[in-house]
T-cell receptor, first 113, second 114 residues
Framework: DTGVSQDPRHKITKRGQNVTFRCDPI?????LYWYRQTLGQGPEFLTY????????KSRLLSDRFSAERPKGSFSTLEIQRTEQGDSAMYLC???????????FGPGTRLTVL | AQSVTQLDSQVPVFEEAPVELRCNYS??????LFWYVQYPNQGLQLLLK??????LVESINGFEAEFNKSQTSFHLRKPSVHISDTAEYFC????????????FGQGTILTVHP
């Protein structure tokens, strides 16, 4: 257990539905990252927050995706009008100022039917 | 931009044998390098990292990796593996000037047989 939690751990939804995932980072970590991992691939960067500011977004993050980090604490990732291609593991990581190490949560596995 | 290539998608070995998982990277700037491990049904855990200094870095469970700038490699080695080392291993890179997003390789599944 790295101290980063994600909820839910699994989500099954029908195409066209909206889903929202939550990430709770380690409390003193000011930076938070979202990644997506598909079967047989390494994680790919989606977006990055420093405190509450979203500083970078990948081109992978289409208009259907939105992420927030109100008050610089937990973060949410919402996918609107889900498509089958959105099926993946969504990973969250928070970063220690001291060690510059990314600590990953267990991930949310999304299945779009 | 950076990229990472893990040359072997699967590596089967017998217990107590040595193993090397290969990682090559491409970058136009200096980099920090990492190996993460993912055990079955668990999240990614940092195994070891190279930021600066000695090019040979070690983990607490016997793995080591050597940063080779001329060959742009960061291969992971262990002289004697255990059944419990069975997992997927990911090599990752980030810009060395300002720590940020990680670029991962495709992963190598290490399977240790008795």
């Amino acid at each position: 257990d790295t101290g980063v939690s994600q909820d839910p751990r699994h989500k099954i939804t029908k195409r066209g539905q909206n889903v929202t995932f939550r990430c709770d980072p380690i409390s003193e970590h000011n930076r938070l990252y979202w990644y997506r991992q598909t079967l047989g691939q390494g994680p790919e960067f989606l977006t990055y927050f420093q405190n509450e500011a979203q500083l970078e977004k990948s081109r992978l993050l289409s208009d259907r995706f939105s992420a927030e980090r109100p008050k610089g604490s937990f973060s949410t990732l919402e996918i609107q009008r889900t498509e089958q291609g959105d099926s993946a593991m969504y990973l969250c990581a928070s970063v220690s100022r001291v060690t510059d190490t990314q600590y990953f949560g267990p991930g949310t596995r999304l299945t779009v039917l | 931009a950076q990229s990472v290539t893990q040359l072997d998608s699967q590596v089967p070995v017998f217990e107590e044998a040595p193993v090397e998982l290969r990682c090559n990277y491409s970058s136009s700037v200096s980099v920090y390098l990492f190996w993460y491990v993912q055990y079955p049904n668990q999240g990614l855990q940092l195994l070891l990292k190279y930021l600066s200094g000695s090019t040979l870095v070690e983990s607490i469970n016997g793995f080591e990796a050597e940063f080779n700038k001329s060959q742009t490699s960061f291969h992971l080695r262990k002289p004697s593996v255990h059944i419990s080392d069975t997992a997927e291993y990911f090599c990752a890179v980030t810009r060395g000037t300002s720590y940020g997003k990680l670029t991962f390789g495709q992963g190598t599944i290490l399977t240790v047989h008795p």
